[in-house]
C-alpha cells in the first residue's frame, strides 16, 4: 500500500456556488428550527428550574412556619444537600433563603406558568430584592423576557423607574400615525429619559450634551429603548441648495421608520417643533427607502408643561413627541415613588456580590 493510499480521504464541503438556488432558503429555515428549538429548551429548562425551586421554598416555608425554627436549619439543610449532591450546584444557604422567598413571594404555583418563568433565577432574585408589588415584579419580569434584559440591566431598570417613564411622551401619534402602529411607536418613548451615565450636565450647551451621548452611546441606545439603531450625529440634510444639520439620527426596526431627535438643553418652545418637521420632511425625501414608514420625530427638552406641548401638537401632522430629559431621576419622580427607589449605594453593592450560585 502506498503512502498515499494509507491517508485518509474525507469529502469536500460543496461549494454554495454548486448548490441549487433554494438552499438558501432551506439554510434560513433549518436555523429558524434550531434557534427555536434551543429557545424553547432554555425555556422548559428555566420553567422546571422554578418549579422546582418554589416546591423546595414551599417546603421550607411550611416547615417554618408549622414548627418555628430558624436559620440554622436552612445552613444544616444546605450542608446535607451538598453531602447527598456533590454534584449539584446552588443549594447554598443564601439561594435556599431565596426560595423561601419565592414561594413566599408568589403563594401559586402557577407562577411557573407565566412569562417570567423562562427568565433565570438570577433574575428573579433580582426581583425579589428590589420589588415588594406583586405586580411589578410580573411587569419587569414580562419586560425583562421582551426586551431581553441581562440581569444587570434589570435592576438598572428598576432603578431608573421604567415602568413610570415608559410610553408617557406627550405626542401626537394617536392622530398621526396609523393605528396598528401608533400604541408601538407611544410605548417606545418615555419621559423623562435619564441621562444619568452622563453625570451632572448643569450649564452643559445642547452640543455637549449631544457629544457625551454619542460618546455613550451604548447606554443611550439602552435608554431609548428595544428597536433603536443608531445612524449618526449631526447628520446633513441639504435642501434647494441650503444644508441643515440633525442633531441624532436613528432607525427603528421595529416600526421601520427613521426617528429624528432634537436635543435641547433650555425649556421647551413651541418654535421648536418647526425645526423638527423641516428635518422630518427631508429625512422622508432624501433619505428613506420605499418601505420605510414616515419619520418620527422626538423633541427632548430639559424641561416642559404638558399642557403647552399637547396644544403646539395639535397643527402638526407629522408624528412628533416631546419629553424632558434629566441626569437625575430623583429629580423628575413625585416624592412616593422615589423613596421607593433602592440608593445607588445598594445597586452597586448587589450588582457586586457574589453570583456563584445564581
Known amino acids: 500500500m502506498s503512502t498515499e493510499d494509507s491517508v485518509p480521504r474525507f469529502p469536500s464541503t460543496p461549494a454554495r456556488s454548486t448548490l441549487p438556488d433554494w438552499y438558501p432558503d432551506l439554510l434560513d429555515r433549518v436555523s429558524s428550527h434550531i434557534t427555536t428549538g434551543h429557545r424553547r429548551a432554555v425555556s422548559a429548562a428555566n420553567t422546571e428550574v422554578l418549579r422546582s425551586y418554589w416546591a423546595i421554598g414551599s417546603e421550607i416555608l411550611n416547615r417554618q412556619e408549622s414548627e418555628g425554627w430558624g436559620t440554622r436549619v436552612i445552613d444544616r439543610l444546605s450542608a446535607d444537600l451538598k453531602s447527598r449532591f456533590p454534584a449539584a450546584k446552588g443549594y447554598s444557604p443564601r439561594n435556599l433563603k431565596y426560595m423561601r422567598a419565592f414561594a413566599a413571594a408568589w403563594t401559586d404555583a402557577a407562577i411557573v406558568q407565566q412569562p417570567v418563568a423562562q427568565l433565570p433565577w438570577g433574575h428573579h432574585t433580582r426581583l425579589l430584592d428590589k420589588l415588594d408589588d406583586p405586580q411589578l415584579r410580573l411587569l419587569y419580569g414580562a419586560a425583562a ?16 423607574g421604567f415602568h413610570h417613564r415608559s410610553g408617557k411622551a406627550v405626542t401626537n401619534f394617536a392622530t398621526a400615525i396609523e393605528s396598528e402602529r401608533s400604541d408601538l411607536a407611544q410605548q417606545s418613548t418615555k419621559d423623562p429619559y435619564l441621562f444619568d451615565f452622563l453625570g451632572s450636565t448643569d450649564g452643559w450647551r445642547e452640543r455637549e450634551v449631544e457629544e457625551k451621548l454619542v460618546e455613550h452611546v451604548g447606554k443611550f441606545l439602552l435608554e431609548l429603548g428595544q428597536g433603536f439603531a443608531f445612524v449618526g450625529q449631526q447628520v446633513r440634510l441639504e435642501l434647494a441648495g441650503d444644508e441643515f444639520f440633525c442633531d441624532l439620527l436613528f432607525y427603528h426596526l421595529h416600526l421601520r421608520c427613521y426617528v429624528v431627535i432634537e436635543l435641547k438643553a433650555v425649556p421647551f418652545n413651541a418654535a421648536f417643533l418647526g425645526q ?17 414608514k414616515p419619520t418620527i420625530g422626538l423633541l427632548l427638552c430639559k424641561n416642559r408643561k404638558e399642557v403647552v ?32 427607589l433602592p440608593s445607588v449605594e445598594v445597586l452597586e453593592a448587589e450588582l457586586a456580590g457574589s453570583s456563584d450560585d445564581l
Not at 145 to 156: D, F, I, K, Q, T
Not at 276 to 292: P, R, S
Open 145 to 160: 423576557v421582551e426586551y431581553g434584559w441581562s440581569r444587570a440591566v434589570l435592576a438598572l431598570q428598576i432603578e431608573g
Open 276 to 292: 423638527l418637521g423641516l428635518y422630518m420632511a427631508v429625512v422622508d425625501d432624501i433619505l428613506a427607502k420605499d418601505g420605510d
Open 309 to 340: 406641548a399637547e396644544y403646539a401638537l395639535r397643527g402638526f401632522k407629522a408624528p412628533i413627541g416631546v419629553a424632558e430629559w434629566t441626569s437625575a431621576i430623583n429629580n423628575s419622580l413625585p416624592a412616593e415613588f422615589e423613596s421607593a
